[in-house]
Structure formats: structure tokens, C-alpha cells
């Protein structure tokens, strides 16, 4: 008998369920791709190409519709003997400058025998090379920068939607898209880059429930053989989608999760308890994988909110915080960061959403300030932080959550014992 064999009960197609899968139509965008149709319909005309700015949060079908909407127009190009068109599609992630985008423009555009090295040019030589790049393929050229906001220069940005302009190409024309997920970035860009780059902007507005369920709706059709879906499988991943900032990415991975849960029981129909455990998995995942990415006074700082929620004190101000965190930072032998660190460390713990951040108005005697508490389960927190609570021992306000003794052998001698050296007072006590 076969260890593995095909099970093709629940599945008709998994991979209409991944990122990278396209479809054949984009649902839930019409607003915006009758807008980014608009603004590229230079291209069809042969004219200068619009340069684009495109934003709005992750999973929001900013690149999918990109991707969806250049693919059209290269076949619709194809039918006009006078147009050439090139479409490079580059995703920024990992590239943080100018010079590195250039390099990997250039080498986008040559062939593979051809490639340049990423390092060791200076910057004027990098981007000669990438003008007449452009330049020999005459036609249109649309350069997509995808995640934009990682470069932290926008020399690239100003140079691209200038290029013709400034005389350093001839030939072709080039139109810059630009995609990112996070609005600010356009308002840290130098005038001259914004008035450029941002020649046409299209804002992506996060899902609401019914788009989320036309997009589940039509994977679905591709994805599962018909009739394995119960009937509130779709509304259920769709709502839990629309909760968690609309993001159509988390939504096809829950129904992919469910869907799987289903497969690994031996299950008919995906129900509503596969979503529900599914999501329990994937926000375990989310979780530990934000906890674990923190730096280690980061884990401090977490440490230290988790046992003062479970105490009761929160929400809490950082001078509040403070205490406790330099209590724990010096049981693990470490210097604890000023205050102001220490906050940023809350700002980005509320920022991965596992903390929440409370604004307090005292008017003109008590001020502005802010409250942190705790957002997430304890259990799920505490599942990332093994090493952190390893290090500094267990606290008592987490003995229904951990047997201390199971952790004595690791924990060193002198910091385990937090009933001894720590009291609930200490989160009190003032931060100067």
C-alpha cells in the first residue's frame, strides 16, 4: 500500500488559494480599476506614460490588480505594429537604496549573460548603464516598484519619472508605478520627487465584508470541488477578514486553512469549527512570528505589560511600565534602556497589534498621555516568549499559566524566585 496518495475529496485546485495564483477577473476593485485603466490608457496611445502612484494596506489588491491590468494591456498592446512595450516588475523588499534599484533595474533589463555586479560602481556609472538599457528598447518601458517605501533615498525616484525630461534618454518612454503600503511615505518624498512620482494617485481602500465575499466566492469556484463548503464557511472567512483591516490575504488563508483542517480529518464538508480553529492557527503563527521578530528588550517590555495586565494594573502609563521592564532587564543582566527607548518599544508592540494604546486627555492639569494594555491571549504571548521567560524566570502572576517547576532547571538560580524579589507594588511606583 502507498504511504502517500492523492486526496482530491475536498481540494479541485489548492493553488487558486496561494499569493501568486492570478485570476482570470478581479472582483470588488471596479472603482479603482476603471481608475488605474484610465491613467494608463497613454500607453495605448503611444504617448508619454503616466507615472503612478498606488497605496493603501497590505492584502488590499493593489499588486494583484497592477498585475492584472499590465498583463491586459501588453496583449492589447501586441495588436498595434507601432508600439513596443516592456513592462519591469521589481519588488523593493530587502532594497533600501537607490543604488541597489538601479543595479537590479539594469540587470532586469539585460540578459543573464549580461549581469552586473550589485556592488563596487558608483552611483553616475550604474545609472548610464541603465539609460541606455532603457534607451535600447525604444519603445515604452513601465518600471513597477513594488513595497516603494523601503528605499530610503528617492534619488531613483526623482531620476526615473525625469529621465527624458533631464536628457538622459532619447528613445524611450518611461512610466514609474510606484506601490506602497504605507501613506506617509508619500509625505516624507521631497517636493520635486512628489510632484513626479505622484503624478496619478489611486488609493486602495481596505475590503468591507461583501467584497471579501465576492473574492472568496470566485477562488472558491476554482478552488474546492462543488458542494464541500458548508454555507457559512465564505460569510464566517469573509467577516473575520473584514475585522482584520479588510485584508483579502488573510481571508483566502483562512478559507486555505480551513479547507485544509478539513482535509487532514478526513472530513466531507469544511464547517464552521475549521474556520474557527483555523484562524486560532494562523493568529497563533501571526503572533508568534511579530513576538519573535522583537528585539530582546523588546521581549522585556512585553514581559513586563504581560505580568501588569495579569495583575490587574492596566491600562498603564510607560512611567508605570518602566519598573517593572528595568526589574526584569537587570534579573537577565542586561542594561535597561532609557525611557524614551523603552517607548518605542510599546509603539511598536501596539503597532503588530498585540497591545492596544489608549489616548488620555487630563486637560490642562493632567495633560496628554497614553495607556497600554494587553491585546492578545496570554497563552498565545507566552508561546513566543520561552527564551524571555527562560531568562528572567516566572513571574507569579503567570502561575496558572506555567508550573514553575517546569521551568526551574532552566531558569537561572538567582531569578526565579520573582515572589521574593518583585511585589504587584512595583508597577506603582513612580517613573521619574
Known sequence: MALFERDQHIYRDRDALREDYQPEELVGRDE???????ALQPVINGEQPNNIFIYGKTGVGKTAATRYLLSHLKQDAAQYDDLDLSVVFLNCDGLTSSYQIATHLVNELRSETNQIST???????????????LDDRTGTVL?????????????ILYQLPRARANGNLERAKVGLIGISNDFSFRDDLSPKVKSSLCEQEIHFPAYNATNLRA???????????EGVLSSEVIPLCAAYGAKDAGDARQSIDLLMKAGDL?????????VEDHVKNGRRSLERGRIKEGIMGLTEHGHLVLYALLTLDLEGETPIRSRDVRPRYTRFAEMANRDPLVPRRMRDHLSELAMLGIISVTERNEGRRGGTY????????VNLILSAMDETVELVGVHESLSEYIDPSDSAESAPSDSFSFSDSISSSDSLSPDA
Not at 556592488?119 to 538599457?133: F, I, Q, R
Not at 473574492?215 to 470541488?225: D, E, G, N
Not at 497614553?370 to 491571549?377: G, I, N, S
Open 32 to 38: 479603482e480599476l476603471q481608475t488605474f485603466q484610465a
Open 119 to 133: 556592488t563596487g560602481y558608483p552611483l553616475a556609472s550604474v545609472y548610464e548603464m541603465l539609460w541606455n538599457e
Open 143 to 155: 518600471i513597477v516598484l513594488d513595497e516603494i517605501d523601503h528605499v530610503q533615498d528617492d534619488s
Open 215 to 225: 473574492i472568496l466566492q470566485q477562488r472558491s469556484q476554482v478552488a474546492f470541488h
Open 262 to 270: 478539513a482535509r487532514e480529518e478526513g472530513a466531507d464538508l469544511v
Open 370 to 377: 497614553r495607556e497600554y494594555a494587553l491585546d492578545m491571549d
